[in-house]
């Protein structure tokens, strides 16, 4: 079975401080990872996949398959990074997604 | 470009009460569609999924049902509505590509 942990329900930073948003998975065989956000009032949208290996918004996040982690972190955080964060695996063709509970990210002034 | 649109935005309905939410996708044909639950603090859990029409699957038992009566219309149903009900649905597609969402429904059972 495939699960996706994410231990913090929220996390709060102020402005210009680094951020890290962790994720830790469980799959047996090679998955395929995603962050999606969904910002107030706006639909869950990607963010990134860890296939793509580019940067959006400044997030970054890299595939650790010794440790089964996929840790979405952006070095200088901004209020309008503040939503929720949700990651999410992928281990078939059909992109059933697992997805995790989310973590609730506020970025303060 | 592709667009989903899931309809209505928020509904109350009793107890026992039938369900009906709909959700259809635009430029694009033959996407795989899904029906999520977000539930505060569990996190969005799949219901059903479609790679065609009427080609069904459900993850987990419940009270609810879905339909793919067109390529690109997916139904979530239910004959009669319990309280546990209650929650936000999204409609997701895919093409060749990850998860593309919907709006989402927020249903009430009173």
């Known amino acids: 079975a495939q699960r996706v942990t994410q231990p913090e329900k929220l996390l709060s930073v102020f402005k210009g401080a680094p951020v890290e948003l962790k994720c830790n998975y469980s799959?047996?065989?090679?998955?395929?990872l995603f962050w999606y956000v969904q910002y107030s009032r706006q639909r869950l949208q990607l963010l990134l996949r860890?296939?793509s290996r580019e940067s959006i918004k400044g997030f970054t996040a890299d595939l650790n398959k010794g440790e089964t982690s996929f840790h979405l972190k952006k070095p200088f955080a901004q209020e309008e990074d503040s939503a929720m964060y949700y990651c999410?695996?992928?281990?078939?063709?059909?992109?059933?997604?697992?997805f995790g509970k989310g973590t609730l990210l506020t970025v303060n002034p | 470009s592709q667009t989903i649109h899931q309809w209505p935005a928020t509904l109350v309905q009793p107890v026992g009460s039938p369900l009906s939410l709909e959700c259809t996708v635009e430029?694009?044909?033959?996407?795989?569609l899904y029906w999520y639950r977000q539930a505060a603090g569990r996190g969005l859990q799949l219901l059903f999924y479609?790679?065609?029409?009427?080609?069904i699957s459900s993850e987990v038992p419940q009270n609810l049902s879905a339909s793919r009566p067109q390529d690109r219309q997916f139904i979530l149903s239910s004959k009669k509505l319990l309280l546990s009900d209650s929650g936000f649905y999204l409609c997701?597609?895919?093409?060749?590509?990850?998860?593309?969402f919907g709006n989402g429904t927020r249903l009430t059972v009173t």
């Open positions: 860890h296939i």
């Open positions: 999410a695996l992928s281990g078939g063709s059909n992109y059933k997604l697992t």
């Open positions: 430029g694009t044909s033959n996407p795989n």
């Open positions: 479609s790679v065609g029409i009427g080609q």
């Open positions: 799959y047996s065989g090679s998955p395929e």
């Open positions: 997701a597609w895919a093409g060749g590509s990850p998860l593309h």
